[in-house]
């Protein structure tokens, strides 16, 4: 059963298929992995993937917008995954972008 997504600006987009993956935050020896399902989509997009919180859950991963990074705990230490402010901006953009193309070709049923 395909369930429709809300992109960001706000229109549907139904899945195509799942994937089971395994992903890995951090780097050796503060790494951590898991497998967790993604939902696929046709849709353009400046990122390659979304982490969703059920994925962060299974990380128990603390997430910092202003920080740019996710913590993780891995044994008694604490992993962590630091961001790039300019390629996140250029991703929003770029995504922003995208979406109000597809939103101006596809108008919103509703």
Known sequence: MAT???RFTGNEILSISQARLAISLG???LRRTRTTN???VD???AYNV???RSALNKFRAIVSTYCQKVKFPVD???GEV???QLAARRCYVEMVKTE???AQKTPRQR
């Open 27 to 29: 780097d050796e020896p």
């Open 82 to 84: 630091k961001g790039d």
């Open 43 to 45: 849709a353009p997009s």
């Open 38 to 40: 993604f939902i696929v």
């Open 4 to 6: 429709p997504l809300n």
């Open 100 to 102: 109000a193309k597809a």
């Open 50 to 52: 979304i982490l969703g």
């Open 76 to 78: 008694d230490q604490v």
